[in-house]
C-alpha cells in the first residue's frame, strides 16, 4: 500500500516524540525530570471544571453549532474588546480543537501550491509542516538571540517576493519567550498592507507576559483587521491543553471558508467543553494570575540557574513558559546536548533544530514545573556541562 505523495511532505512536533521517548526511558526504571513539553502543570481552574460538569449533566453533549457556541463567541469578542483593543462581530469567531485547528484552517484556506508562506525560525514547527503540506513553500525568517528574538522588519522586507502570501507571527513566541514592541508590530503591519499580505498573529501566550507587560496584537492596528487571522485559544493560560480548544478571529471574507473546513473536519469543537471555556474566558482571572506569577519566579529561577553553568547563555525572556539558552560554549551542538542531557542526567528537553536551523546551538527548556523538578533539573544539568566547560577550557 502506498501512502498519498502528499504525505511526504508532513512534519511533525517533535516535542510528542521527545517526550514519548523520555517516556520510554522512564519505563525502564530511569528517572526523568520533563522540560520537553508546553504544558503547564497547573489544574485546570475548579470554577471552569464545575461549569463543564454542569454541562454534561444538563445534557450539552450533542453537537454544537459547528462554528462554536454564541455564548462563547460572544465572550470571545467582548475579551478581544477589552484586551487587544478591537471588538469583532462574533460571527468572526471560530472555536477550533485547539489553537492547532486555526493554523491549519488559515494555511489550507489561504496557501497555493508554490505560494511563501513567510515563518518564524526558531518557531512553532507546524506553521512550516502544514504550509509543506498545503503545496506552499515556507520561508524561514531569523529570529536572533542578539535581537532579543524579535524578528528584524528589516529583513522581514528583504523576504517578500510576488509570491509571498503569509507572515506568521508569534509574540509571545515558542521557542524562545521573545515578545515584539509595538513599534515591530507597526512595522510589520506597514510591509503587510504596502504588499497586500495577511498575517496569522498566534497569540496563544498573549496572557503569560510579565512585568507588567500589555499585549498589542497587531489586528488592533489601523488597517490590518481586515488582513489579520488571530489565534488564541484556552490551552495555555487555563491550563486546559487536553480540553483541546482554541479559537480564531478572522476577516469577514475569511469566514466562510473557514466556516467550511471545520464542518469538513471536526463539525466544531466539544460542546460541553465550550462551557467550562465560556467561565474560564469570562470568570474571575485570579487563578491565571497566580500562575503567571508562578512562572515569573520559576523563570528567574532557570535562567539565573542556567547563566551559573559555565558554557550556557540564556537571556531573561519577557513572556510564555520556555526558554531558549545558546549551549555552543559547552562545544555540542544543541542536539546534542540534549541528548546527553537524557541519556546521561535524565533531563529531557528539545533540541533547538526541532524549531528550524537557527536554532542549532540552542536548547528550548519549558519551565511549566514545579520549582523542586526545576531545581533538580538545573543540579542534574550543571553534573553534565561542567565538565564539558572544563574540557574545554583544558583544550
Ligand atoms: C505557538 C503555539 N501556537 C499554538 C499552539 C497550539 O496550541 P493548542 O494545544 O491549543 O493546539 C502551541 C502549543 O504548544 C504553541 O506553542
Redesign the pocket.
Known sequence: MQLASRMHSIGTETAFEAAARARALEATGRSVIHLEI?EPDFDTPASVREAAKRAIDGGRTHYPPFPGIPELREAIAADSAVRRGFAPDPADVFVTV???GV?TYAILALVDPGDEVIVPDPG?PIYESVTRFAGGTPVPIAIRQEHDFRLDPDELASLITPRTKLIVI?SPA?PTGGVLTAEDLRRIAAIAIEHDLVVLS?E??SRILYGGAEHVSIAALPGMRERTIV?D?F?KTWSM?GWRL?YGIVPEWLRHGFGRLLINTVSGATTFAQWGAVEAISGPQDEVEAMVEAFRARRDLVVDGLNAIPGIRCLRPAGAFYVFPEVSGTGLTGEELADRLLQEAGVSVLAGTAFGEVGTDHIRLSYATSTANLEEALVRIRSVVEPLALDGAAA
Open positions: 508546553g485547539g489553537g492547532k493554523m512553532y508569534n515558542n498566534d496563544i501566550y489565534l485559544g490551552s491543553t482554541g
